[in-house]
């Protein structure tokens, strides 16, 4: 499975902007997917999580009420719909696939990654 990972960019505090992630391979909607970030010096951490129908989520407790995903399965696509942006939710953030449940947060446990894509949240 490829993961290529897409929409970031600068935007000002308390603004938007929505990821992309396109899955390669016809198995992309048997699996759960999820949105992982890291900034330097620190660990990933988990942003949300998406099962492979689309109709459970899972919200990391810093993001919870300003980010929502959601999955296109006929396209091979999830998205993170990110508002209200933070200065600290800049970071690189990571597309990732197939862990044992969609709801798990550790990151040894999802077997695919993405390349990463930027986000930075200007004060």
């Known amino acids: 499975v490829q993961l290529q990972a897409s929409g970031g960019g600068l935007v000002q505090a308390g603004g938007s902007l929505r990821l992309s992630c396109v899955g390669s391979?016809?198995?992309?909607?048997?699996?759960?997917m999820g949105w992982f970030r890291q900034t330097p010096g620190k660990e990933r951490e988990f942003v949300a999580a998406i099962s492979m129908s689309g109709e459970s989520t899972l919200m990391g407790d810093s993001v919870k009420g300003r980010f929502t995903i959601w999955r296109d399965n006929a396209k091979n696509t999830v998205y993170l719909q990110m508002n209200n942006l933070k200065y600290e939710d800049t970071a690189v953030y990571y597309c990732?696939?197939?862990?044992?449940?969609?709801?798990?947060?550790?990151?040894?446990?999802?077997?695919?990654w993405g390349q990463g894509t930027l986000v930075t949240v200007s004060s």
């Open positions: 990732a696939a197939d862990p044992p449940y969609y709801s798990n947060r550790e990151v040894g446990r999802w077997n695919y």
């Open positions: 391979g016809r198995s992309f909607s048997q699996r759960a």
